[in-house]
T-cell receptor, first 113, second 117 residues
């Protein structure tokens, strides 16, 4: 149990589908993040939420749409994805202090067909 | 600008042998340093961190790392590896006094450690 739970663990979707990834943290943290992990690339920070407010969108295509209804839950809504969007999507949370480490979920393995 | 370099993308090592995974960084200011481990089909897990004080940091599972400011390195070591140490290891850096949270955390590309029986 990592304290950060992601569902589903695996997702296969066609390019015309709409799906959502869910993340929940039970650690009392006030910041949550979405990362994309692709083979042979550094982790890519996609979205940052501090106290439910989005503070960062690192040039992510609009086919990815985040939602943070409260400080414990984070969603990533997906629509009209491309095959190159296939990757492991990781959710993380932390306290908003300079030396606070990130706590990661186990990720959702997304395959776009 | 910050950058983190993990020169070795793959490191095979025999069981019970020592291992060192290298991490170098560049930054114009002081930094916090982290090592994360990712086991197959899991997310990243904090292995150890250097914030201040002693440059030798001990983490979970028998790993340790040494901060060398003059060489801007933070190499990870274990004197005797086990099969269960097979995983991907990520070095990460954040600037002291910079933004808080993930905005200020830069990861290397990872080193895949494979322990051979």
């Amino acid at each position: 149990e990592t304290g950060v739970t992601q569902t589903p663990r695996h997702l296969v979707m066609g390019m015309t589908n709409k799906k959502s990834l869910k993340c929940e943290q039970h650690l009392g943290h006030n910041a949550m993040y979405w990362y994309k992990q692709s083979a042979k690339k550094p982790l890519e920070l996609m979205f940052v939420y501090n106290f439910k407010e989005q503070t960062e969108n690192n040039s992510v295509p609009s086919r990815f749409s985040p939602e943070c209804p409260n400080s414990s839950h984070l969603f990533l809504h997906l629509h009209t994805l491309q095959p190159e969007d296939s990757a492991l999507y990781l959710c993380a949370s932390s306290q908003l202090t300079g030396n606070s480490p990130l706590h990661f979920g186990n990720g959702t393995r997304l395959t776009v067909t | 600008a910050q950058s983190v370099t993990q020169l070795d993308s793959q490191v095979p090592v025999f069981e019970e042998a020592p291992v060192e995974l290298r991490c170098n960084y560049s930054s114009s200011v002081s930094v916090y340093l982290f090592w994360y481990v990712q086991y197959p089909n899991q997310g990243l897990q904090l292995l150890l961190k250097y914030l201040s004080g002693s440059t030798l940091v001990k983490g979970i599972n028998g790993f340790e790392a040494e901060f060398n400011k003059s060489q801007t390195s933070f190499h990870l070591r274990k004197p005797s590896v086990h099969i269960s140490d097979t995983a991907e290891y990520f070095c990460a850096v954040s600037e002291i006094g910079g933004q808080t949270g993930a905005n200020n955390l830069f990861f290397g590309t990872g080193t895949r450690l494979t322990v051979i029986p």
